[in-house]
């Protein structure tokens, strides 16, 4: 199963190495606890997961600008709570929340390990829509970034995965070619559609086990990827 025709690995970040769910909650359980200690993190998080995804959506899209998705994932989230809280506040949140947010730096189970198991067949590389100022803070205190020789993130590219322009670019950087290059991420639309739109390969990173087309290769513990690479 393993194709011999690849040399470059490009993955994703959040969701896909970096667990962003987990280090997030932390995050804003220390926000809270802080400044807003009558808020339960866990029901704020029940709101705020399928509310940031969807505004993360919106932004990938460019429905939405980059200041408006930090402020209205936190407005709508606090409004679903029915919890009173000020313009001021909800920005001081949104700010601190990025401050602190690569603080927490919890990654998937077994993500050194095929890391290490990676480094020594391939090129590996990062591409990510998410903010620049984060991820590679996120990259270094989780002690990953010196696995990856490139790192093309939406805002250097000016588009977002799954437009085909981020990979040409991300492509463009690594000096790889599509036809030997595959795309790990979470995101069926945005990593595995994007990558395989603009003419690379794709393995489908699927942690939650949703369902997906046969035709998708997928793995459900970053391990598993040893069955294809």
């Not at 011999?4 to 997030?24: E, K, P």
């Not at 705020?48 to 899209?61: D, E, H, S």
């Not at 979470?186 to 489908?204: K, M, P, S, T, Y």
Request: charged content about 25%; proline content about 2%; overall charge negative.
């Amino acid at each position: 199963m393993n194709n011999t025709n690849i040399r470059d690995v490009f993955f994703d970040l959040d969701h896909t190495l970096w667990d962003f769910d987990r280090n997030s909650e932390l995050t804003f359980e220390a926000i809270f606890n802080k400044n807003h200690p009558t808020i339960e993190t866990k029901d704020f998080i029940e709101k705020y997961v399928p509310i940031n995804q969807a505004c993360w959506k919106l932004y990938q899209y460019d429905k939405i600008t980059h200041a408006e998705l930090r402020y209205n994932r936190l407005k709508h989230s606090f409004d679903a709570l029915n919890y009173v809280i000020s313009e001021e506040q909800i920005e001081s949140i949104a700010q601190e929340y990025i401050h602190l947010l690569p603080e927490n730096n919890h990654l998937f189970d077994g993500a050194f390990e095929v890391l290490d198991y990676l480094k020594h067949k391939y090129k590996l590389h990062i591409i990510t829509n998410g903010f620049a100022e984060v991820q590679y803070k996120k990259l270094s205190n989780s002690n990953i970034g010196n696995y990856f020789q490139t790192i093309t993130n939406s805002e250097m590219a000016g588009v977002k995965k799954p437009n085909p322009i981020i990979f040409e670019y991300a492509l463009d950087l690594a000096k790889a070619k599509k036809e030997s290059s595959i795309m790990i991420g979470d995101c069926l639309e945005a990593d595995v559609q994007g990558a395989l739109d603009a003419g690379l390969d794709a393995i489908f990173f699927n942690g939650s086990n949703v369902q997906v087309e046969q035709n998708i290769k997928q793995v459900n513990h970053l391990l598993e990827l040893k069955n294809y690479l």
